[in-house]
C-alpha cells in the first residue's frame, strides 16, 4: 500500500527555491516523527531535516539556515522549503519517519542546474 506520497520537485537555477510536500497517512502522521531524507546518485539516502508532532525541529548541517521543515495537521501533509538551492542539493527527495520504519515512496526529483 501507498503511505507516503512526495511531490513538488522539479528544476531549479542555482540559488532558487522549491517547496516540497509529503502526504503521510493520519497513523503515521500523528505517531512519529516525520523527516525528509534525500539520495543523489551513487551516494546513500541521508536524512536531511526533521520534524516531531509537536513542531519541534532539526536540520542537517548541508541544509541549516537554508531549508525549512514543517507540518499541517489538517493535511495530514510535511513540507520542505528550500531556499537558497545548490548543485549539490540534486537528488531524489523522500519523506518517512526519522527512524525510517514505513516503505519507501517513489520520492519527488529535485535538479539544481543553471
Known amino acids: 500500500q501507498v503511505q507516503l506520497v512526495e511531490s513538488g520537485g522539479g528544476l531549479a537555477q542555482p540559488g532558487g527555491s522549491l517547496r516540497l510536500s509529503c502526504a503521510a497517512s493520519r497513523i503515521i502522521f500523528f505517531t512519529y516523527t516525520m523527516g525528509w531524507y534525500r539520495q543523489a546518485p551513487g551516494k546513500q539516502r541521508e536524512l536531511v531535516a526533521a520534524?516531531?508532532?509537536?513542531?519541534?525541529?532539526n536540520y542537517a548541517d548541508s541544509v541549516k539556515g537554508r531549508f525549512t521543515i514543517s507540518r499541517d495537521n489538517a493535511k495530514n501533509t510535511v513540507y520542505l522549503r528550500m531556499d537558497s538551492l545548490k548543485p549539490e542539493d540534486t537528488a531524489v527527495y523522500y519523506c518517512n519517519t526519522n527512524q525510517a520504519r514505513y516503505p519507501w515512496g517513489q520520492g519527488t526529483q529535485v535538479t539544481v542546474s543553471s
Open positions: 520534524i516531531s508532532n509537536v513542531g519541534s525541529t
